[in-house]
């Protein structure tokens, strides 16, 4: 019987009085204190960096889901069938509620703390992508996925919304493009780099646990180097969707941010012009495009619409939030 890792704690010499299943993991109160046990997919090569990471932030104070070593040393233990297992440290909690805004600006204030001391020596291995070369290659697919649609003729409710929309999307997306290009993106990510500044990666509500005393950070596997603004803008972008872009919400975030870890002039211009980009049409018309297109599910259809009704509003928000610095 598969025993979701469970097998593997005596190789770390240790015992589970009680466990639970949870999302694709199992939970374990050991002997030392809550764990969780999950199937290891990533680079042992990259996970030894991430746990660098960990123990770095763990020693500043941070309550993040650091690993154990087995008994041998190593980060990863294989089970009686040889599937490879990691066990890290977990918190008592629950995820960040969307619905509260003392949840959001905790998780905010959180992500700030932690970012001034995620940093590392440089390793080009786990470098984010240009944010540039991103943009140009989105717009050209949108492009691409625009040619298609038209050639074959749009048929489905999808389609239609997509080509009645499309033109205005990308103007947004060429318009983000050039404001990059005349922004110092590139002297801000390069001095990023030579700092060895890091992102979280997947910086999420499901990511941040609240415990009666304190918050922890948890899912750092898509971590890498990058300007940490990417995840300021991944968790307020988030956040806002659920909000209808609501301006003051947004600033009261960026406050939070910058009174715990100060927003330089060019971060900010930086934030404003990925709020610029229609990140999240494209993510609509790149799934449709790379997926079944005779079936297209009635919730990114739906998801597609409340981008198109939402698409001034968005413009607005961008302008008004941004339209000062700092507040």
């Not at 889901?65 to 890290?88: A, C, H, K, M, W």
């Not at 992508?129 to 749009?154: C, D, M, W």
């Not at 290009?181 to 500044?197: K, N």
């Not at 300007?227 to 307020?236: K, T, V």
């Amino acid at each position: 019987m598969y025993d979701y890792g469970l097998s593997t704690l005596e190789q770390y010499g240790l015992t589970a009085r009680s466990s639970s299943r949870t999302r694709g993991a199992l939970l374990c109160q050991t002997e030392q204190g809550l764990l969780i046990i999950r199937e290891f997919h990533g680079s042992e090569k990259k996970l030894k960096k991430q746990q660098e990471l960990l123990l770095t932030l763990r020693d500043h104070g941070c309550r993040v889901d650091s690993y154990l070593e087995n008994q041998e040393g190593n980060l990863v233990t294989r089970d009686r069938d040889n599937i490879p297992f990691t066990l890290q440290h977990w918190y008592e909690g629950r995820e960040c509620d969307t619905r509260s805004r003392e949840d959001i600006l905790r998780s905010v204030r959180t992500l700030a703390c932690i970012h001034k001391v995620m940093k590392l020596p440089l390793v080009d291995d786990y470098t984010e992508k240009s944010l540039e070369a991103e943009y140009t290659r989105h717009n050209q697919e949108l492009r691409k996925i625009r040619k298609f649609v038209r050639r074959k003729g749009p048929a489905s409710p999808f389609e239609k919304d997509f080509v009645s929309s499309v033109e205005w999307f990308l103007a947004k997306g060429d318009e983000a493009l050039l404001m990059l290009r005349d922004s110092g993106y590139e002297a801000l990510r390069r001095a990023a780099l030579d700092q060895g500044r890091i992102c979280h990666g997947e910086y999420n509500q499901h990511n941040v646990l609240m415990t009666k005393t304190d918050t922890a950070v948890t899912n750092f596997g898509h971590w890498g180097y990058d300007i940490q603004m990417a995840d300021l803008y991944r968790f307020m972008r988030k956040i806002l969707e659920k909000y209808n872009w609501d301006v003051s919400l947004a600033r009261e975030m960026l406050k939070t941010y910058h009174k715990e870890y100060s927003i330089s002039p060019e971060e900010w211009q930086n934030l404003k012009i990925r709020f610029t980009y229609p990140e999240k049409y494209w993510k609509l018309s790149n799934y449709y495009y790379s997926h079944n297109k005779a079936w297209i599910s009635e919730k990114n259809m739906e998801k597609l619409r409340t981008l198109i009704r939402q698409k001034e509003i968005w413009e607005r928000f961008t302008w008004k939030c941004f339209e000062s610095y700092p507040f």
